[in-house]
C-alpha cells in the first residue's frame, strides 16, 4: 500500500514534457529575436534626431522620423544619407521661401499681427512654420487658416454691444457728442448690413445736425 502511494506521487511529479510545452509556448529565443529586432530601429530613431538637432535645430516630426527610418531600414540609408537629404531639402525651402515672401518664422508672424492682431504663440508659430516648409504654404495659406480660426471668428462676430460701440465711436467724431434714441436705427444697421464706423459717420454727415454745426 505505501509503495503504491509513493508510485502514485511519483507519477503525478513526472509532467511530461509535451505538457510543458503547452505551458510555455514560446520558446525564450522569441523573445531574444523581437529585442533584437526592436534594437535597429531605436538605433536608427536616436541617429535620426541627432541628425535632426544639428542639421535643423529642432527634433523631427513623426512623419519625418517615420521617413528616414523606413529609409535606413528598407534602403539602407546611412547618417550621412539623412544629413544630406536635409540639406538639401532645408535649401530647397530657403529658395522657395524667399520666392514666395522671405522667412517662414517671418510670414507667421506677420501674418498673426494683421489678422489677429497679436504675436504669434509658440505653438502657432510651429505649426504653420511646418506648413510652409513641408506643405508648401503661401502667406494667403496661413492668412485663410487664421481668419477661419475660432479666436478670429470671435473677435469679428458683431454683437449689438459691439454695434452701438462702433455708432459711439461715430457720432463722437462727427457730431461730438454721445448718441441719442435716434441711433438705434445705425446700430441695426451696423448688425444687419454690416456697417463700419465710417459707413456711419458718412450718413451722419448729411444730417441737418451736422450741416448746421459746419456752416
Do not use: C
Request: hydrophobic share 30%; charged share 40%.
Amino acid at each position: 500500500m505505501k509503495k503504491e502511494r509513493v508510485f502514485a506521487v511519483m507519477a503525478a511529479l513526472a509532467v511530461p514534457a509535451a505538457v510543458l510545452g503547452t505551458l510555455n509556448p514560446e520558446p525564450v529565443h522569441a523573445g531574444i529575436a523581437s529585442s533584437v529586432a526592436a534594437a535597429p530601429k531605436d538605433s536608427h530613431d536616436r541617429e535620426i534626431r541627432k541628425v535632426f538637432d544639428d542639421v535643423l535645430d529642432r527634433e523631427p516630426t513623426d512623419r519625418e522620423l517615420r521617413r528616414y527610418r523606413e529609409l535606413m531600414e528598407d534602403d539602407d540609408w546611412s547618417t550621412k544619407d539623412v544629413r544630406e537629404d536635409l540639406k538639401r531639402r532645408q535649401s530647397n525651402t530657403q529658395s522657395r521661401s524667399s520666392s514666395r515672401g522671405g522667412d517662414p518664422d517671418r510670414i507667421v508672424r506677420r501674418a498673426y499681427q494683421d489678422v489677429l492682431g497679436r504675436e504669434a504663440d509658440a505653438s502657432g508659430l510651429r505649426n504653420y512654420r511646418r506648413r510652409i516648409t513641408e506643405d508648401d504654404w503661401s502667406e494667403d495659406d496661413v492668412r485663410d487658416a487664421l481668419r477661419r480660426s475660432p479666436e478670429y471668428r470671435q473677435k469679428n462676430t458683431m454683437t449689438r454691444e459691439r454695434a452701438e460701440e462702433v455708432v459711439r465711436q461715430a457720432y463722437r467724431s462727427v457730431l461730438e457728442r454721445e448718441p441719442d434714441a435716434g441711433s438705434r436705427g445705425y446700430v441695426d444697421r451696423v448688425l444687419r448690413e454690416s456697417w463700419t464706423e465710417q459707413d456711419v459717420a458718412r450718413e451722419l454727415r448729411k444730417s441737418d445736425e451736422y450741416r448746421a454745426k459746419n456752416r
